[in-house]
């Protein structure tokens, strides 16, 4: 993407009430697209839109790009991780004439690039969460069909493995204003007595990912359409769900498709509240992803047995290790996996 269309997105982000004016400037100026199929949809819905100016980036092969082997939206080029082209804001006043006022209020706040073509299911998120979304409610039991296909593990079953702090961070986790983190820091302590050693400064994560690497285990970086992962546990908080997803789409929450852990089934082990998030907007939509070359089953009977994995309930809260989950890290260490 050029400097130019860098600016004038930034400047739209910032001041929704000049869209209308820089809409029209957008589809003038030129743009590069992955595929000649990504520039036929874009032409198709500007029509306006200068043909000449735009270009198809060429590969060393000689085509265009691959839109992941056919699979979700195509990727425009455009850094909006594949949502198609945005509506100019005249078309979406339109579409969410006749709601409610809290609801046309929260809408107003959403990024039209970032809505894409989904403005139903932001329709619905803006609903949702302007009715209220009780902080103990399900998605699984709202929406049964974004948790089809789980493993049927309770959240408290789930191995918990932190993958943005390392444990000795996690630790001395601070607020915004100051204040220690005790939530973040609790999590660190039950890493602790899960076995964690805190002279590592890997994340769990990573440290489970570079054990895995060490015994032969392939692991390669891909990108899966939310709609082809599935859950593996069975409890997924709505609230937190669609707050993540009002966040993405007021441009809050750019990082909603990082990288999460996938098994070589497609299940997930670690981001189901960003891949639900994700779901809930678009299923079409991708996600960054790690795939490790194992089922999920045999990824969680080896994640419970590693230092630093610790378990939690619906709410969050660490809470104390089962004793078969002990023994197995016990077992573990005697044998020196934790060196």
């Known amino acids: 993407m050029s400097d130019l269309r860098q600016a004038i997105l930034k400047l739209a982000h910032q001041q929704p009430e000049l869209r209308r004016y820089l809409v029209p400037v957008l589809q003038r100026t030129a743009r590069e697209f992955s595929s000649p199929e990504a520039l036929a949809d874009y032409l198709k819905a500007h ?7 735009h270009t198809v980036t060429k590969s060393e092969g000689g085509g265009g790009k691959k839109d992941n082997e056919g699979e979700g939206k195509k990727d425009d080029g455009d850094g909006t991780n594949g949502v198609g082209p945005s509506l100019d804001k005249e078309e979406f006043d339109r579409k969410i004439q006749g709601l409610p006022e809290p609801v046309q209020k929260k809408l107003t706040e959403y990024h039209l690039e970032v809505v894409g073509d989904d403005v139903e299911q ?7 969460l302007t009715e209220g979304i009780d902080k103990s409610a399900d998605v699984c039991k709202l929406s049964p069909s974004v948790c089809k296909g789980n493993l049927g593990l309770a ?20 607020n915004k204003d100051g204040s220690p983190d005790e939530a973040t820091r609790a999590k660190g302590k039950a890493a602790v007595a899960a076995g964690a050693d805190l002279k590592d400064q890997r994340t769990i994560l990573r440290q489970m990912l570079d054990t895995f690497k060490s015994e032969g285990v392939k692991i390669k970086p891909t990108k899966i ?13 709505a609230g937190k769900t669609f707050g993540m997803a009002d966040a993405h789409l007021r441009g809050k929450f750019p990082g909603i498709a990082d990288q999460i852990v996938v098994s070589s089934d497609g299940h997930i082990l670690d981001g189901h509240h960003r891949w639900a998030a994700m779901l809930t907007i678009d299923p079409g939509r991708t ?20 230092p630093g994995v610790y378990r939690e309930d619906f709410q969050g809260k660490p809470i104390d290790l089962p004793g078969d989950i002990k023994a197995k890290k016990d077992k573990y260490k005697s044998k020196g996996g934790d060196r």
Do not use: Y
């Open 122 to 128: 932001a329709i619905e998120i803006a609903t949702k």
């Open 155 to 174: 959240r408290d079953k789930m191995p918990q493995i932190p993958g943005d702090l390392s444990v000795p961070e996690m630790l001395e986790a601070m």
């Open 47 to 53: 029509p306006k839109a200068d043909k000449a100016r």
């Open 225 to 237: 359409p939310v709609g082809k992962l599935k859950a593996t546990q069975s409890e997924i908080k």
């Open 287 to 306: 996600m960054n992803c790690i795939q490790v070359d194992m089922t999920m089953k045999e990824m969680l009977d080896r994640a419970d047995e590693l």
